[in-house]
């Protein structure tokens, strides 16, 4: 069996954490990274049985997650399987990525929701994000946001030096598996909206959203001239 881990990044979610966590324990080891927590989400992660990382001060889910793929990468693990501490991600789907990655490896496969079953709001904007992100790196990605996804541990090491340490770290994932043509799958899970509030700034996040695309559909040209030019 492959050495896989679930990697789980965590701020201020004392109200979810433990569920998460023992959740999650019934299929993989689980590792939390608190990412500056004031709330006692660390004591509570780590008395659920999980390892956990304390990331002082709050740095960001994208510098939350580099802290974890150095851990495990240390560990010699061979994928990590992400999902967030808020509830939105239902652990007792991780079979259902795992089954996909054994069936079908990949280095990236992404849990893909339903943006019919959303909020109006965020299904307009994650369906106008999927069709622009699409367009821009040239293939089809059907949910580029979803933080429900196993990762292997080529890509893990090509992010570790990510300059991104906020919510676009795993658009930049996308962008860096598709740059270096690996394999993306997608696999549909659960679309949940509980009682937490996002941590995401909507204006900014667009705003970056918005400069990623532009900034990846101009390197995927430039890099369609070269191997044009190359041949």
Not at 98 to 119: C, K, S, V, W
Not at 153 to 168: N, P, Q, T, V, Y
């Amino acid at each position: 069996m492959a050495k896989i881990i679930a990697l789980i990044p965590a701020y201020n979610e004392a109200g979810h954490i433990e569920a998460v966590v023992k959740a999650a324990m019934g299929y993989l080891p689980v590792l939390v990274v608190d990412d500056g927590s004031a709330d006692g989400t660390a004591d509570i992660a780590e008395a659920a049985g999980a390892e956990v990382i304390r990331q002082r001060p709050n740095q960001g889910k994208g510098a939350a997650l580099r802290a974890g793929f150095r851990r495990l990468l240390e560990k010699d693990a061979e994928a990590v399987v992400t999902l967030d501490a808020d509830g939105q991600h239902d652990p007792r789907e991780i079979p259902l990525i795992l089954a996909e990655y054994q069936a079908r490896p990949a280095d990236l496969i992404i849990g893909e929701r339903n943006f019919r079953q959303m909020p109006f709001s965020r299904r307009l904007a994650n369906t106008l994000g999927k069709i622009l992100f699409s367009w821009a790196i040239g293939q089809e990605i059907r949910d580029n946001q979803s933080g429900y996804r196993l990762i292997s541990a080529r890509l893990m090491r090509k992010m570790i030096d990510s300059a991104e340490d906020g919510f676009e770290f795993e658009v930049e994932m996308v962008v860096q598996a598709a740059l270096d043509e690996m394999a993306i799958r997608g696999v549909n899970i659960r679309t949940i909206y509980a009682d937490q509030g996002s941590h995401i700034r909507p204006f900014q996040h667009v705003k970056n959203f918005l400069q990623m695309v532009l900034k990846t559909y101009r390197r995927m040209r430039f890099l369609k001239r070269g191997q044009h030019a190359g041949s």
